[in-house]
């Protein structure tokens, strides 16, 4: 069964930092991009960042850039957020996401699995 | 960025019923780059299409997707109780993707 399993959210003062993990499954994780998307209580979807297949090429939301890295331990399958400086705004259930790369653009893709998310809360 | 308008808001249908939903782009998708996902209360995004009108994995034909350029349309037919759900577009024809901000979907 392709799954996609996300750690390491929790409580954290504002200025603070977390990794979030996202174990993959079921399916050739060095194959694929990988995203993080996050959602804010009662709001919309938000892309986070993105990685490509053996990790030579990131992107970043402006919110984010400058703060937040993504990397990718492919022989671990796994997928890491360190966020740093988190600011309350970033306050989220984060998914990390597969992109299946295929009638993608270089840069960007749909996303065919999800995970079940991680809660992050930056609060003193 | 490309930005996604979602309308309406909220639909309330009955079972059986037709729901279409719309997604409007601030400036053209290209290669109708479009995704549709719903999510219901507690859960992850599940893709439902991608390109526009390609239904992903497991879909059942009820749920299609149409549209070019910058308005594109998700349509559920013979609505069934459990799609009750927020969906969602997402256009991923340039960087950053971005997503609307999601239609409620409610079955009376």
């Known amino acids: 069964e392709v799954q996609l399993v996300e750690s390491g959210g929790g409580l954290v003062q504002p200025g603070g930092s977390l990794r979030l993990s996202c174990a993959a499954s079921?399916?050739?994780?060095?194959?694929?991009?990988m995203y993080w998307v996050r959602q804010a209580p009662g709001k919309g979807l938000v892309w986070v960042s993105r990685i490509n297949s053996d990790g030579s090429s990131t992107g970043y939301a402006d919110s984010v850039k400058g703060r937040f890295t993504i990397s990718r331990d492919n022989a671990k399958n796994t997928l890491f957020l360190q966020m740093n400086s988190l600011r309350a705004e970033d306050t989220a259930v984060y998914y990390c996401a597969r992109a299946p790369k295929k009638n993608c653009t270089s840069t960007s893709c749909y996303m065919d699995v999800w995970g079940t998310g991680t809660t992050v809360t930056v609060s003193s | 960025e490309i930005v996604l308008t979602q309308s309406p808001g909220t639909l309330s249908l009955s079972p059986g019923e037709t729901a279409t939903l719309s997604c409007r782009a601030s400036q053209s998708v290209s290669s109708s780059y479009l995704a549709w996902y719903q999510q219901k209360p507690g859960q992850a995004p599940r893709l439902l299409i991608y390109g526009a009108s390609t239904r992903a994995s497991g879909i059942p034909d009820r749920f299609s997707g149409g549209g070019s350029g910058t308005d594109f349309t998700l349509t559920i037919s013979r609505l069934e109780p459990e799609d009750s759900a927020v969906y969602y577009c997402?256009?991923?024809?340039?960087?950053?993707?971005?997503f609307g901000q999601g239609t409620r979907l409610e079955i009376k």
């Open positions: 079921g399916f050739t994780f060095s194959s694929y991009w």
């Open positions: 997402q256009q991923y024809g340039s960087t950053p993707t971005t």
